[in-house]
C-alpha cells in the first residue's frame, strides 16, 4: 500500500516524504476505513434501541458495540501484527486508550441529540459528528499505545 500511496502524493510531497511516514499515511487510511464502518455499526445501533433505551442509553450501548468492532478491524487490519499480549488485554487497554476519544465521540453527540432538533430526530448526524471528533486522538493513541 506504501507504493501506491507515494504514487498518489504530489511531487513535493513524494520527495520528502520519509518510509516512516508512508506507513502512518496507510495506517491513517486504513482507521478512516474502519471509522467508516464503526459508523454505520453505531448508527445502526443507536436507531435500533432508540425507541428501548432512549437517544443516551442506545448511545452509550452503540459507542461500546462500535468500539469493540473497531478494535477488531484495527487489530486484524490496520495494525496487523502489532501490538502484543492477549486479545483481551489488548481490548481493555484499546477501550481504555480511547476513553478521550470517547468524551469527545460521546461529548459531541450528547451535546448535538440534547441541543439539536435534527440530530434528535436524525442521530446518524450526531454520530457522524461524534466519530470525526473522537477520530484523531483515538487513532493517535491506538497507534502509540494499543498497537505498538
Known amino acids: 500500500m506504501q507504493t501506491t500511496l507515494y504514487r498518489l502524493l504530489p511531487a513535493p510531497l513524494r520527495r520528502s516524504a520519509t518510509p516512516d511516514q508512508l506507513i502512518m499515511l496507510a495506517q491513517f487510511m486504513r482507521f478512516g476505513v ?29 459507542y461500546a ?22 486479545a483481551h488485554r489488548q481490548w481493555v487497554m484499546f477501550m481504555i486508550t480511547n476513553l478521550a476519544g470517547f468524551v469527545l465521540n460521546r461529548g459531541t453527540y450528547t451535546i448535538l ?6 440530530a434528535a430526530d436524525q442521530p446518524v448526524i450526531a454520530t457522524a459528528a461524534g466519530s470525526v471528533a473522537g477520530m484523531f486522538v483515538n487513532f493517535s493513541l491506538s497507534r502509540r499505545l494499543v498497537f505498538r
Do not use: E, K, M
Not at 41 to 50: F, G, W
Open 65 to 86: 458495540t462500535s468500539a469493540t468492532c473497531n478494535w477488531v478491524l484495527n487489530r486484524a487490519w490496520t495494525f496487523r501484527g502489532q501490538g502484543s499480549g492477549p
Open 113 to 118: 441529540v440534547t441541543f439539536v432538533a435534527a
Open 34 to 62: 474502519v471509522g467508516v464502518i464503526g459508523l454505520v455499526i453505531d448508527t445502526a445501533t443507536v436507531y435500533a434501541l432508540r425507541h428501548s433505551l432512549g437517544l443516551y442509553g442506545a448511545g452509550l450501548v452503540a
